[in-house]
């Protein structure tokens, strides 16, 4: 573990398990929370929330594994724990095994409210897990923090209600200490999403060197709130794709998919995402973890990082590091910041 300097102005201090680069670090630090650790196995991650959450301390491990009394030789306690553990064996692009040894890693959530007892914690999911194993799962996730103290409610958000230009839809549990139950937020966006265009028409079609200057001006509120302290461009590295690749992306329209192409190449690739262009005109489909597949809304090319990142509401002075494999997969797993403040906002006048 490294010692950082904590942010005394901070209210609250937060443990964030399974932090990933930090997306849900970064919506509550924008509001009135300090992070004063985030636990994760994965380094490369680790090494994009360390610089990002300055004030923060990081602390490489297998959350299967440490046990929190390990953790309470340096942290005494945490006022909010926070976290989404891996989801894989939830997903419903997986297999929805409910067996699956993935399923249990929640239950490492479990022990750590236990142990710390904080005022609150918030743990995110994807919204399969609600109807995994006929609801069994939720309901045990339920009882676990019942019997713990929590009064749980949870709710399936959609992040493009809160102002993130993605139709990306997430469970949210929450549980008070204090006997209360949990108000959501309320979507100010259910009108007027924000719209792929509005998220990425600022962006150049190639690749920029990091820290090259925008080259064209705001095209939306949305971006001047994603530039606002950003010295310059990064992560913005293009995929290379074949001749072949690019021809066939240039087939596809604005907001298409492998249905328009012809009937003799519609079968190249075996997936039903398959082919997949951004929609200019409204909120881009759930961004993944970097499979190419998915295709900007006019460039014959797969998102960059940084314009994954926008998608999922990272400000342009949140920088990514590892490799771009490492990078598309961080952004990927996140949380929404956009989203997570909201939750952090409500949450803060609820504790």
């Not at 994965?42 to 300055?54: I, P």
């Not at 749980?152 to 549990?173: C, D, E, H, M, T």
């Not at 792929?196 to 150049?204: E, K, Q, V």
């Not at 329209?253 to 200019?280: C, F």
Request: charged content about 25%.
């Amino acid at each position: 573990m490294q010692k950082r300097t904590t942010n005394n102005r901070k209210q609250y201090c937060v443990l964030d398990l399974f932090c990933g680069c930090g997306g849900l670090s970064l919506g509550f630090e924008q509001s009135e929370f300090g992070i004063t650790l985030g636990i994760d196995n994965w380094n490369e991650a680790l090494n994009t929330f360390e610089k990002n959450h300055k004030n923060s301390e990081i602390l490489c491990a297998d959350l299967s594994d440490i046990k929190p009394q390990e953790i309470s030789k340096i942290h005494k306690n945490f006022d909010i724990i926070i976290g989404g553990p891996p989801c894989q064996g939830f997903s419903i692009s997986g297999k929805r095994n409910p067996y699956d040894p993935r399923n249990k890693l929640y239950q490492s959530f479990v022990s750590f409210v236990g142990y710390f007892k904080p005022k609150a914690f918030i743990m995110e999911n994807v919204p399969n897990l609600v109807a995994m194993n006929n609801g069994k799962v939720k309901e045990q996730i339920i009882l676990e923090f019942e019997e713990l103290g929590y009064k749980i409610v949870y709710k399936i958000l959609l992040a493009s209600n809160f102002g993130v230009p993605q139709n990306r839809k997430r469970v949210i549990f929450v549980g008070l200490k204090n006997g209360k139950k949990f108000e959501f937020p309320e979507g100010k966006f259910l009108d007027k999403k924000v719209i792929s265009f509005d998220a990425i028409s600022d962006l150049p079609k190639n690749e920029v060197q990091d820290g090259t200057q925008y080259v064209h001006s705001p095209k939306s509120d949305y971006q001047k709130i994603m530039r606002k302290n950003s010295k310059g461009i990064y992560n913005h590295k293009t995929t290379k794709h074949t001749n072949k690749t690019k021809k066939m992306i240039a087939l596809v329209p604005d907001g298409g998919n492998y249905k328009d192409l012809p009937k003799e190449l519609q079968g190249t690739r075996k997936v039903n995402i398959a082919w997949t262009r951004l929609n200019s005109k409204k909120p881009s489909f759930t961004i993944d973890t970097g499979h190419r597949h998915h295709f900007h809304y006019k460039f014959n090319r797969i998102p960059t990082v940084r314009e994954a990142a926008r998608m999922q509401s990272f400000p342009d002075n949140f920088i990514f590091s590892g490799t771009l494999t490492d990078q598309h997969k961080q952004v990927g797993n996140a949380v929404p910041p956009l989203l997570a403040y909201e939750i952090s906002k409500k949450l803060l006048k609820q504790i």
